[in-house]
């Protein structure tokens, strides 16, 4: 099949899913002689935006798995916006090292349901947004080492096609897709407003520039006054990974309490990127 376009589409607050789904689109756009777009709908102006595709397009679509699924609010957009028109995807999620559960499933379903053609699908492990130990320095190496190779057979299996394949790739996951993960602590009882989790600013370390409340997804850091969290927190980290001064942190006890136990249970192992063609 001849491809003018491979678009690089994501979400991503700190950066991991970022990183996966620009070296594999733009890999797939050199080996397919075909010409590189993206559009990144982190910030909420974004998310105001239809985008729709056509049969001559390869979408890469990346989003970081949250609780086992596509992040509960950024699923409207992927669901209500992005429209396939009969355009090849490649669903890519990301997930910090514990487990990506149900979120590639739900992904390529959304895909498949938007009238793309999802033809093949990875799962790679980043940083988890959380922890700097869990999944620490992922993606690594050796996961861009299967990044390019799933974006070699993705090109060999689009080159070959002569028409978009009637079924959707198959991945790992659960259909239909199960509830979201709950955070529980060691009784097995939901972590206490956990969802309320916010965080602080550090007075003596924070310089005002601004940045966090720019690159907010939700939009809920107010820009005259960047301790103040007014609308929504997802807890994505953004603001706290990527403030240049180290001012941004949680010390919401539940949100600790979780960020410790994903720390002890799952920090000493390596869990595997995965790809699906
Ligand atoms: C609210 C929230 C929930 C998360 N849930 C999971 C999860 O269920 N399993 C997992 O392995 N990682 C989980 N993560 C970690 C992210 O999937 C991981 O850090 C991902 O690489 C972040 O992508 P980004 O850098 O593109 O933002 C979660 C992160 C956040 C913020
Ligand atoms: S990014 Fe950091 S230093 Fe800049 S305004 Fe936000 S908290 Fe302050
Ligand atoms: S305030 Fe919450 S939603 Fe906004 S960047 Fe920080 S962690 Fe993410």
């Known amino acids: 099949m001849e491809i003018k376009t491979v678009w690089s589409v994501w979400f991503s607050a700190t950066g991991t899913t970022q990183k996966v789904v620009t070296a594999l689109s733009k890999s797939l756009a050199e080996q397919l002689g075909a010409g590189?777009?993206?559009?990144?709908?982190?910030?909420?102006?974004?998310?105001?935006?239809d985008l729709t595709f056509?049969?001559?397009?390869?979408?890469?679509?990346?989003?970081p798995v949250y609780a086992g699924r596509v992040p509960n609010l950024i699923l409207p957009y992927v669901r209500d916006r992005i429209h396939g028109g009969g355009a090849l995807a490649v669903p890519v999620v990301l997930y910090g090292n514990r487990n990506f559960d149900d979120g590639l499933m739900e992904l390529r379903n959304v895909a498949r349901?938007?009238?793309?053609?999802?033809?093949s699908a990875g799962a790679f492990v980043g940083e988890h947004s959380f922890s700097k130990v869990l999944g620490a320095g992922r993606p690594d190496g050796d996961d861009m080492a299967l990044v390019q190779q799933?974006?070699?057979?993705?090109?060999?299996?689009?080159?070959a096609l002569t028409e978009a394949p009637a079924q959707a790739v198959e991945v790992e996951g659960c259909d239909?897709?199960?509830?979201?993960?709950?955070?529980?602590?060691?009784?097995?009882e939901p972590i206490r407003d956990f969802l309320k989790a916010k965080p602080v600013t550090d007075p003596a370390k924070c310089v005002k520039c601004?940045?966090?409340?720019?690159?907010?997804?939700?939009?809920?850091?107010d820009p005259q006054d960047v301790s103040s969290v007014v609308g929504k927190c997802i807890k994505c980290c953004a603001c706290v990974k990527?403030?240049?001064?180290?001012?941004?942190?949680?010390?919401?006890?539940?949100?600790?309490y979780h960020q410790h136990e994903l720390e002890d249970q799952y920090a000493g192992r390596r869990a595997e990127s995965k790809i699906f063609l």
């Open 176 to 188: 239909p897709i199960r509830p979201y993960y709950t955070p529980r602590d060691r009784h097995g």
């Open 210 to 221: 601004g940045l966090c409340a720019r690159i907010c997804p939700m939009g809920s850091i």
């Open 242 to 256: 990527k403030c240049p001064r180290g001012a941004k942190y949680f010390d919401h006890e539940g949100y600790l």
């Open 54 to 63: 056509d049969p001559g397009d390869l979408v890469v679509l990346g989003v």
């Open 113 to 119: 349901d938007n009238g793309f053609c999802p033809v």
């Open 150 to 159: 799933l974006a070699d057979r993705t090109a060999a299996k689009v080159k």
């Open 36 to 49: 590189w777009q993206e559009y990144s709908f982190n910030l909420p102006k974004a998310r105001e935006e």
